[in-house]
């Protein structure tokens, strides 16, 4: 790590009420105002957290070491300053001359970045573009529950569907994240929404921040992170999906890995655990029954009857058969049945999940 000179009046007493200050910060209408914010990348993340924090008020200096001439420009616009240092040496001490309040790290940013090993030798916070989402998500009344949606394997469609399937219940609903947009633009439409269905990598996880999610599932936990050195690390980052949950945490069955998880968590008092597989489930258990998806997480007589949802030959007629897709069928349909979506209105959004997909290609 390459060493950078700073006094200690910088790194100590001289920071310390604005780091009360930042410790304090959990809403859009705090006063954010004059906050030195260094924001590490310009993906699309990166510009988003900068223009956020821009229209805030704050001062803010994006750091990043690939040229981005659209980003730039827009930075440029919104009056954030930029540097573009292609090495770690110069990075670091432009953040260290920069003399930041708060540092905030993108997902592409690696767990062991030398930037962010220096703020937090020096008592500085770093945060994640969710953890910043979090504590900004009350721009307008219209405060949106946060399903959040994580694995080892592509969480892209289980959050598609979730999004999907909400929307065919009638509500104002965006997928965030992963290969949707940066959290931080749906969370300043004006407009608000009722939902945001959040994809989390693992790098997101790790700097996941206090969140308290309406709703949760890990799809899975890869057998090979299981087996590594760090398996333990690995596993504590992944299970943190399921912290402070306040409905659902939804976990696969067929991966004892992901019960445990759901097990362990320290939830909101009376979220249920929810589980999916393609067997036939248990009460409180989304699965299969004679070859028809079914629903036994919210029916009342769940012990003994289960809800319909649509059944395997009506995929195989629309080409979803696919065993990996059913399960994140079921999945996002936990998920959705926890913020309210009858099973009604789930069947439908499968059946025509097939045609709005292909209307996006």
Known sequence: MVAVAVSEAET?????????????????????????????????VGFAAADTLAELGARVRVIHELADADHERLL????????????????????????????????EVPADDPLTAWAASRGLPVWGDVELAWRLRDKTPRVADWICVSGSRDTAVAARLTAHMLAAA?????????SGAPILDPLRDPHGYDALVVELSE??????????????????FDASAAAAADAPSRWATAARVYERTQ???VYNRADPETERMVEEADVVEGARAISFGLDSPPPSGFGIVEEILV???????????????????????????????????????????????????????????HHASRGRE
């Open 12 to 44: 100590t007493g001289a920071r310390r009420p604005e780091a009360e200050r930042v410790a304090e910060l959990g809403s859009w209408h705090h006063d954010w105002s004059g906050l030195r914010i260094a924001v590490l990348g310009l993906g699309a």
């Open 76 to 107: 440029d616009v919104i009056g954030a300053e930029r540097v573009l240092a292609e090495t770690s040496a110069a990075r670091l001490g432009e953040l260290a001359a920069f003399g930041p309040e708060l540092v905030i790290a993108g997902p």
């Open 170 to 178: 009638g509500l104002r609903v965006a997928p965030a994240g992963g």
């Open 203 to 220: 790098l997101q996880l790790a700097r996941l921040g206090e969140i308290s999610p309406y709703a949760s599932v890990r799809l899975d």
């Open 247 to 249: 409905i659902a945490c």
């Open 295 to 353: 629903d036994r997480g919210y029916h009342a007589e769940r012990r003994s009857e289960a809800y319909e949802l649509v059944t395997l030959d009506e995929l195989h007629e629309l080409g979803l058969a696919e065993p990996g897709f059913v399960q994140d069928l079921l999945a996002a349909s936990a998920l959705a049945r926890a913020r309210g979506a009858e099973p009604a209105e789930i069947a439908e959004a499968i059946l025509q999940y």
